[in-house]
């Protein structure tokens, strides 16, 4: 989760470094079009799938969703400091929460909608309102966590119909596809030194996301769940040392009570799932 957190800092930071000159729909677009290199070794996979028209249809809604999102985050990187990225993007789990309990009939208990609570003071401790301007970047990332956190959901429901490595292909193929309209619009030819910062943040996000799912390959998402608090240490001295920007006190408040909230839901629910596994006193005994 260490590494984790180091790949997505470099990711925002090189997105950062490449400025507004090459569009946010276009940027989006290169990134995943250069990606799908490393969708190859799962080509037999792939192959092997039998999806239903069921399945077809909610991938390419998941892609279609994830899209919008991946759009508002690249607009946002070019509008707001790395800190406020990387705080407010910790808002997708808990749309995820109130999301699974309109949507998929899990159980709100009264802990859970304290944390999401506590959560949403995070986020307007960050954003201030009527004591700062709220940009139009903070607007971009509001939507951006709803749009991750409906793209988690929308995976919840096709994992079990498929294996792991068919949804996240399916998902990079479908965001390449609907970016591409996009991207076409605003086309602004990049240069050779664009497609490799692209190509780059390709290859971090794929590592990113390699080492968080041998994380939670190794330990409980309870133990990995806190690291990811370094996202936000990271970003925030890589903005004031590479970027110059103001370190705020406020946003790092914000999104530590963001982060703790998820934390808390993260280890409620183990702790259910848990008792559910244990036997009762009475069946340890027999």
């Known amino acids: 989760m260490l590494m984790t957190g180091f790949c997505f800092v470099a990711v925002t930071a090189l997105v950062k470094y490449l400025g507004d000159r090459v569009p946010p729909a276009e940027s989006a677009f290169l990134r995943y079009l250069l990606g799908l290199v490393f969708l190859l070794p799962m080509i037999g996979a792939l192959r092997?799938?039998?999806l239903t028209p069921r399945l077809w249809g909610l991938f390419a809604t998941r892609g279609f969703v994830h899209t919008l999102g991946v759009i508002l985050?690249?607009?946002?990187m070019t509008q707001i400091p790395l800190a406020e990225v990387t705080a407010m993007n910790y808002l997708s789990p808990i749309y995820v929460s109130i999301g699974a309990?309109?949507?998929?009939?899990e159980r709100?208990?009264?802990r859970r909608v304290g944390a999401i609570l506590v959560a949403l003071l995070?986020?307007?401790?960050i954003l201030r309102p009527g004591f700062r301007?709220?940009?139009a970047g903070h607007i971009a990332m509001l939507f951006t966590a709803l749009a991750f956190g409906a793209s988690y959901l929308l995976a919840k429901t096709t994992v079990d119909g498929t294996s792991p490595v068919v949804v996240v292909a399916m998902l990079s193929i479908w965001v390449t596809v609907f970016l591409a309209p996009f991207a076409a619009v605003v086309w602004v030819t990049p240069t050779l030194w664009e497609l490799a910062i692209l190509f780059a943040v390709a290859c971090f996000a794929t590592a990113g996301h390699y080492t968080m799912t041998l994380a939670f390959a190794s330990a409980p998402v309870t133990v990995t769940q806190p690291v990811t608090f370094l996202q936000l240490l990271w970003a925030t001295l890589l903005g004031a040392l590479v970027f110059g920007e103001a370190?705020?006190?406020w946003v790092v408040a914000g999104g530590c009570l963001i982060l703790a909230a998820v934390s808390f839901i993260t280890w409620r629910e183990a702790v259910l799932k848990r008792r559910a596994l244990t036997p009762a006193s009475l069946a340890t005994k027999v």
């Not at 985050?73 to 946002?76: G, V």
């Not at 995070?122 to 401790?125: E, K, M, Q, S, T």
């Open 101 to 105: 309990a309109l949507f998929l009939g």
């Open 133 to 135: 301007e709220v940009e």
């Open 73 to 76: 985050w690249f607009f946002a």
């Open 48 to 50: 092997r799938s039998q």
């Open 108 to 110: 709100m208990a009264l």
């Open 247 to 249: 370190v705020d006190i």
């Open 122 to 125: 995070g986020a307007l401790i």
